[in-house]
């Protein structure tokens, strides 16, 4: 187990490493200030600023979580408090289910169903034109398949709250959902972000689903329906073709190097606030 | 001696799916005195004690039928809030589980529950209570502090602080010294005989000493069925039937 462990750790490093050796080219001739925060994307001119797809993909991302958390935390409280033990045996194969799906699929339903929504009555209703390839497709696709793991291990973690804490609220005269709420919450509070943080890491490197429906504009997005470029996109759609371009091949291992940084970075952030809610709760 | 009932038991049955835990059960409990109720493990001692505040049936396939009265109200009858009917009993558990706050938001949890705002107030009440199960003066510096930091036996005088603070007009107890020190449990037992002038109190236990300690009114289950109940001088000195007989002296356990 320990030695598994290390190996993990010492391939993350590796890659980030061989990323590193590969982007030292464009490194060597471009700060890493200007290419982390120009919105200059103009490869054949040897600009490469990759905020567009940085912003990109914190936008898809955080419109997705913000989509999927609420629903996803009500269903498990749903499914792991409420729901009768039948009606758990019955969706816990659905949502494996859904896990299941390819990436793919969820690109064309998103293109099928989504795009055409939102460019036919949810932009309108806010009065906005869009061709629906937008922040919004993207984040409602990546928030559905983000679903399962988060809604998985939610269930989990409210399932591991001993019942006599819920029961010592329920003896004082709490009602279910005051214990639910100010209880069984609290307690699984940690457990709670780890599923969050789950899904966020998934969410971070999906690309197919998201390539397929969120226009791939290299362009800042100012609303959830503009279009976006997210960097797993960016790489996804122009590796091995545009390698022609000087620095391009470059850049683009540079782009995955920020993706893996940033993964990296949620994961070390949402790791101390882990930590931190444990102190103060356990 | 003369007893004044606070709760009836009448012809309760509980069913776990298909097993029957309790069979056909009537007994009255005493008012302002210790019940205690005795018998070997799985008899059924904990299902009884938890139809006393209606915890039994809030689990997937239990059924109960029968009736309980508590303050002339048949607690199992629909109408009834079951809310309050909980807030007039305190539950200590077997094994202290402290909410997951602080040592003041425990006490403080059902007061606020049930409506109390006031920052003065409930100040007044978490000292009280606290005073009331022996354990301000150890923790008085750090209220604040997650009450899961404190010792197994002070987490149990918390936890009975906690279900005082609701007023309630009984106490009911699962063994609650089991997970405990001796020192620990004899505080708690020390509290258990002075709460008594205000409280009824029903206590499991298996432990035939603290039962001839505590009690004052004495229910003895065998595999779910009430074998004998009276006054702790009657059942546990001079017992009637063969089965107390043979339990008291220790032969089945
Ligand atoms: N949640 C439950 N589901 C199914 N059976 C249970 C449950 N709780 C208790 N029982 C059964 O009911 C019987 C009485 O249990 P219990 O009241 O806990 O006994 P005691 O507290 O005297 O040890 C036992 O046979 C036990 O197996
Ligand atoms: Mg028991």
């Known amino acids: ?282 | 001696m003369e007893f004044k009932t606070h709760i009836s038991v009448q012809n309760l049955d509980v069913f776990y799916g298909t097993e029957r835990a309790l069979k056909d059960i009537t007994v009255d409990i005493p008012d302002k005195k210790i019940t205690v109720i005795i018998g070997p493990s799985g008899c059924g001692k904990t299902t009884l004690l938890k139809s006393f505040n209606r915890l039994v049936d809030s689990m997937d396939e239990v059924k109960v039928s029968g009736k309980v009265f508590l303050d002339g109200e048949n607690i199992f009858d629909p109408k009834v809030e079951i809310t309050h009917i909980r807030k007039k009993m305190g539950l200590l558990s077997q094994k202290p589980f402290p909410l997951p706050m602080s040592i003041y938001d425990n006490v403080a949890y059902g007061p606020r529950i049930h409506g109390i705002r006031d920052k003065k107030e409930l100040g007044r009440i978490v000292e009280h209570y606290l005073k009331q199960s022996s354990l301000w003066d150890e923790v008085k510096d750090r209220l604040h502090a997650p009450a899961s930091r404190l010792s197994l036996g002070q987490q149990q005088r918390l936890c009975l602080a906690r279900g005082l603070a609701v007023e309630p007009e009984i106490i009911l107890g699962d063994e609650p010294t089991s997970a405990l020190d001796p020192k620990s449990s004899q505080r708690i037992e020390q509290r258990f005989l002075e709460l008594k002038r205000e409280y009824t109190i029903v206590i499991v236990t298996h432990i035939l000493r603290q039962a001839m300690r505590l009690a004052d009114y004495v229910v003895f289950l065998y595999l779910g069925e009430l074998i004998e109940h009276g006054p702790a001088e009657d059942i546990l000195v001079d017992p009637k039937e063969e089965m107390t007989k043979e339990y008291i002296k220790g032969i089945i356990s």
Not at chain 1, 11 to 26: D, E, K
Not at chain 1, 46 to 60: A, D, H, R, S
Not at chain 1, 131 to 142: D, E, H, P
Not at chain 1, 253 to 280: H, K, M, P, Q
């Open chain 1, 1 to 282: 187990m320990m030695l598994l462990t290390i190996f993990s750790g010492l391939i993350v490093f590796l890659m980030a490493f061989g990323l590193y050796q590969r982007s030292r080219p464009i490194l060597a001739i471009k700060p890493l200030t200007e290419l982390l925060f120009s919105t200059s994307w103009h490869p054949l001119r040897g600009e490469f600023g990759f905020f567009p797809f940085i912003m990109g993909t914190l936008w898809v991302t955080g419109v997705a979580l913000a989509i999927a958390v609420p629903l996803c935390l009500l269903t498990a409280i749903y499914l792991s408090q409420y729901a009768h033990r039948r009606v758990r045996e019955w969706t816990n194969p659905l949502i494996d289910l859904l896990a299941g799906i390819p990436s793919v699929v969820y690109g064309m339903w998103g293109i099928l169903i989504i795009v055409p929504l939102i460019k036919n009555h949810i932009a309108p209703f806010f009065g906005i034109f869009s061709t629906g390839y937008s922040v919004i497709a993207g984040s409602i696709v990546l928030a559905i398949m983000i679903f399962p793991i988060i809604i998985h291990v939610a269930v989990e973690v409210f399932r591991s709250v001993p019942y006599e804490v819920s029961e010592a609220s329920l003896a004082l005269g709490a009602t279910k959902w005051q214990t639910v709420k100010h209880v069984v919450i609290r307690k699984a509070m940690p457990g709670v972000i780890a599923a969050i943080v789950l899904g966020l890491s998934r969410a971070f490197g999906e690309t197919m689903a998201v390539l397929m429906v969120a226009g791939n504009v290299a362009k800042v997005p100012s609303s959830v329906f503009d279009p976006a470029y997210p960097l797993p996109a960016l790489i996804a759609n122009n590796y091995g073709e545009m390698l022609s371009v000087p620095l391009y091949d470059s850049a683009l291992l540079l782009a995955s190097l920020v993706l893996l940084l940033v993964v990296l970075f949620f994961n070390i952030i949402s790791r101390v606030i882990l930590i931190r809610v444990e102190r103060s709760i356990q």
